[in-house]
């Protein structure tokens, strides 16, 4: 696993990956398959050359002196056949190769004046592979002198394809450059819709260029038509609802003056508390189906909201408290931030009634912690309570105000800040621990 995490991930490497793999592969295969045929010709048009080189220098041995032969045979010799003169054979006497055989078998067949002579041949280099390849071959004259010609074979298969690399390199980098230019024009606008689709998930509004291929441009297009329709819908439902709030929002006021009229204050008090009520959760649902704010980050201290949303349970006569540094950068999106510590704070208060507020900064993360010493919430419930209008059945039993869009606003808005939002029971059922986590280099 280790080594494929090596490997390119992207489209564009993994692509050139594979060109670059194909091209050597390619190389490779054409150098030795088609070599070998041409290798084996070029081979035996050489040892018959030979053969036809060894007649004609030892008939003109026989009509030389013996004391200028060998002068002679150096002065026959030229840059691809070496010949020497020599009394002793060069080549010692033993049993010959395949490849020797053979070949001295076709030197014998094409020029029959070898056949019956005393006739030697010896390779040099035939075990390594990118070597040069020489033959030598002795022939014993009738007078017991040997006349020796040395000459340089066509390379190996495996020598040919490494002389081959380096037009294959060739080859490669302008394939390389070519697929990198078209990969380009392909990744490029794959990469841009990638990064809309994360920007539109996370509330912002992305208009997709629409550039590259034909089916990358349709895409695009697409992309941008269906966020055309997602906004006509969240307007349109928002603007409904909008509608009916404010026409619920009149027979409300109208109710608050009516209960001003009630002598009873008990009733009155309850009244009051129930139109309360009933303006918060108008108010909640509202804020929900909006989704998206049009607020833009910006450098705020997280520090100094954490402790002004303390400061105002306080003076509402809550217990809350803080603990944590004064001062504490990062950028967000300031307003929405504030509501979901808000609703948070809100949360500990109704279910607990105390909330405890601490704030770090951990690993290049801003770590804010709401805790109280209430019930808790079940493991199982905890991914269901992030759900829109999701209550837990004992928030239900106790009457607790509210349509359980507390905490899906909060993990909307920390989304949105590219963070997430954990819920966790504290240790020996002391209550809740929410925590949110936001990068400090956002």
């Known amino acids: 696993m280790r080594l494929l995490r090596r490997f390119p991930q992207g ?11 194909a ?13 070998r045929a041409d290798i084996a010709a070029g081979r035996g048009d050489q040892v018959r050359l030979l053969a036809e080189q060894l007649v004609a220098f030892d008939a003109v041995m026989a009509q030389t ?3 200028k032969r060998a002068e002679r045979v150096a002065a026959l010799s030229a840059p691809g056949v070496q010949a020497r003169w020599t009394p002793i054979p060069p080549i010692p006497d033993e049993a010959p190769s395949a490849l020797l055989e053979h070949f001295e078998a076709k030197m014998e067949r094409w020029r029959p004046a070898l056949a019956g002579r005393e006739l030697r041949l010896s390779a040099s280099g035939a075990g390594l592979p990118f070597s040069p390849h020489r033959l030598m071959v002795a022939l014993q004259s009738v007078d017991g002198d040997w006349l020796t010609l040395s000459t340089r074979l066509a390379p190996s298969p495996w020598a040919a394809a490494a002389s081959g690399l380096g037009s294959a390199v ?6 390389l450059l070519a697929s990198l230019l078209m990969l380009r024009s392909i990744g490029s606008p794959l990469r841009a819709l990638t990064q809309a689709a994360d920007r539109v998930g996370a509330g912002e509004s992305v208009t997709v260029t629409e550039e590259g291929a034909g089916d990358l441009r349709r895409v695009a297009k697409a992309f941008n038509a269906m966020q055309a329709r997602i906004a006509r819908l969240t307007e349109a439902r928002t603007q409904a609802l909008a509608a009916v709030s ?3 929002r009149t027979p409300l006021a109208r109710m608050r003056l009516r209960a001003g009229d009630i002598e009873n204050a008990p009733a009155r008090a309850a009244m009051e508390s129930d139109i309360d009520e009933m303006s918060a959760m108008l108010g909640s649902v509202l804020s929900y189906l909006k989704g998206d704010e049009p607020e833009e980050p910006r450098r705020m201290d997280l520090a100094a ?6 400061d105002d349970a306080v003076d509402l006569g809550r217990t809350a408290t803080y603990r944590g540094p004064d001062h504490l950068v990062l950028t967000a999106r300031p307003v929405s931030l504030k509501r979901a510590l808000s609703n948070l704070v809100n949360n500990a208060l109704i279910h607990a009634g105390t909330a405890r507020v601490t704030l770090e900064a951990d690993a290049g993360e801003a770590v804010l912690a709401v805790e109280d010493h209430g019930p808790g919430i079940p493991e199982e419930e905890r991914v269901h309570v992030l759900q829109p209008f999701h209550r837990l059945d004992r928030a239900r039993a106790r009457n607790t105000p509210g349509l359980g869009l507390g905490l899906s606003i909060v993990n909307e808005i920390v989304r949105r800040e590219g963070g997430t939002l954990t819920l966790t029971n504290r240790a ?15």
């Open 65 to 67: 002196p013996s004391e």
């Open 23 to 35: 091209v050597v592969l390619e190389s490779l295969g054409s150098s030795i398959l088609h070599g």
């Open 305 to 310: 909201m954490a402790m002004t949303v303390v």
């Open 428 to 442: 020996r059922g002391a209550g809740l621990r929410a925590e949110i986590r936001i990068p400090l280099s956002a």
């Open 246 to 248: 404010h026409d619920l």
């Open 170 to 175: 060739i080859l490669l980098g302008g394939v």
């Open 11 to 21: 489209l564009v490497g993994q692509a050139a990956l594979v060109l670059l793999l």
